[in-house]
């Protein structure tokens, strides 16, 4: 699989960080497979946001639970995220990439990343 993500890069303090994930060589309804979203901060190890399963069925980060949505078009292949009510600690590189399984599945696929800044 391929993914990118799109989204902009600069979003201010208490606004909404809201990304997309397009997808290609598979599909968000593939069998087994599901689809998330993790982030890296400045100097910090990777963060598991969430991930939407074949299903539609969606499990979160219980930290970021109340914050986070993520939702997909299967119309064109791709998934979203949404973070609300952002502070500068939600600024990270952001990733969308694909699981093996829902449950305890491997990361199989990445895109490249796209870099949010949150500053006023």
């Known amino acids: 699989a391929q993914l990118q993500e799109s989204g902009p890069g600069l979003v201010k303090p208490s606004q909404t960080i809201s990304l997309a994930c397009a997808i290609s060589?598979?599909?968000?309804?593939?069998?087994?497979?599901?689809w998330a979203w993790v982030r890296q901060s400045p100097g910090k190890g990777l963060e598991w946001l969430g991930a939407?399963?074949?299903?539609?069925?969606?499990n979160y980060n219980p930290s970021l639970k109340r914050r986070t949505s993520i939702s997909r078009d299967t119309a064109k292949n791709q998934i979203s995220l949404q973070l609300i009510s952002v502070t500068p600690e939600d600024t990270a590189v952001y990733f969308c990439?694909?699981?093996?399984?829902?449950?305890?599945?491997?990361?199989?696929?990445w895109g490249q990343g796209t870099r949010v800044t949150v500053s006023s």
């Open positions: 990439a694909r699981l093996t399984t829902f449950y305890f599945g491997d990361f199989d696929s």
């Open positions: 060589n598979s599909s968000v309804t593939a069998n087994y497979y599901a």
């Open positions: 939407i399963a074949h299903d539609g069925t969606l």
